[in-house]
């Protein structure tokens, strides 16, 4: 887990963070990271009578997964569902997002803040201090990882940083970023000596004993990435089950990369965390 000085350091810096309602209907906040000024979103539960709500973390798709990714609107379908369920959502900036000049300098840059984030955990933590700090009635104890693609990828390797989750749920991820990477890695190891052991020794399929919590896995079988990940996903599921993790694994017939995960894969993935 991270430095227990950083967290102090975040929570001190939280004291100006304060929280403004964008949408009283749907309960939704933003902050800021005081650590990256990166975007956090927290979505509330309208409905929500307890007093301790518990939590789904969820990082931005459509990354590289050797950089980062901001926010947008187009986001907000992958997170409502959940909330609508019951439970508060906090999503968040991913460091380095890509440049829109096209210059080495600038691009080097985003990957170096993408590898010092560890591919998005530190900015998925700080942004659970934030929110817990702010929010005191989100649950620290029940806390899952949940995204799709390479956010999904992200999810799977958390558990290596935050071993306090309580699950993770992971539509159509990388889970063999060794392979992955391994050409950028070749072209930007030299300049970022840290790229190799943060995004992809860190990998999924390599990681398998930090898996000591439920795990929810979604793909769609005419998800055309999927026919060259489908022998990396079934030796994932039979690694999962040799060490005896709960690994729900499910496919739909169809619904692409994106429309089954919203189709189907949530509403599953739903009924999946009442049974946790």
């Not at 964008?22 to 933003?30: G, S």
């Not at 609107?73 to 460091?95: K, R």
Request: proline letters at 6%; hydrophobic letters at 40%.
């Amino acid at each position: 887990m991270f430095n227990l000085c950083r967290a102090l350091i975040v929570m001190v810096l939280l004291c100006s963070s304060i929280a403004q309602a964008e949408d009283l209907k749907a309960n939704k906040y933003r902050l800021k990271n005081p650590d990256t000024n990166g975007n956090i979103w927290v979505y509330l539960p309208s409905t929500a009578t307890k007093e301790s709500i518990p939590v789904i973390l969820i990082a931005p798709a459509g990354s590289g997964l050797f950089f980062g990714m901001q926010l947008s609107d187009g986001d907000t379908p992958e997170h409502v569902p959940y909330v609508e369920a019951g439970y508060a959502v906090i999503s968040f900036d991913l460091s380095g997002p890509w440049p829109e000049t096209g210059d080495e300098s600038s691009q080097l840059s985003a990957i170096n803040q993408f590898v010092e984030s560890d591919g998005g955990i530190k900015d998925a933590f700080e942004a659970f201090v934030v929110a817990t700090r702010e929010f005191k009635q989100l649950n620290k104890e029940e806390v899952y990882f949940a995204g799709h693609s390479s956010a999904a990828t992200v999810a799977l390797m958390a558990p290596q940083k935050l071993p306090f989750l309580k699950g993770i749920i992971a539509y159509a991820p990388v889970l063999n970023t060794e392979e992955y990477l391994s050409d950028i890695g070749r072209q930007v190891s030299t300049a970022i000596p840290a790229f190799k052991k943060a995004l992809m020794d860190s990998s999924p399929h390599k990681n398998i004993a930090y898996f000591d919590m439920p795990v929810f896995l979604f793909s769609a079988n005419d998800d055309s990435r999927m026919a060259a990940r489908q022998k990396t996903y079934q030796q994932f599921v039979s690694d999962l089950k040799e060490q005896g993790t709960p690994i729900t694994y499910k496919t739909v017939a169809h619904g692409g990369h994106y429309q089954s995960m919203i189709d189907e894969g949530i509403p599953a993935s739903i009924e999946w965390l009442k049974k946790q």
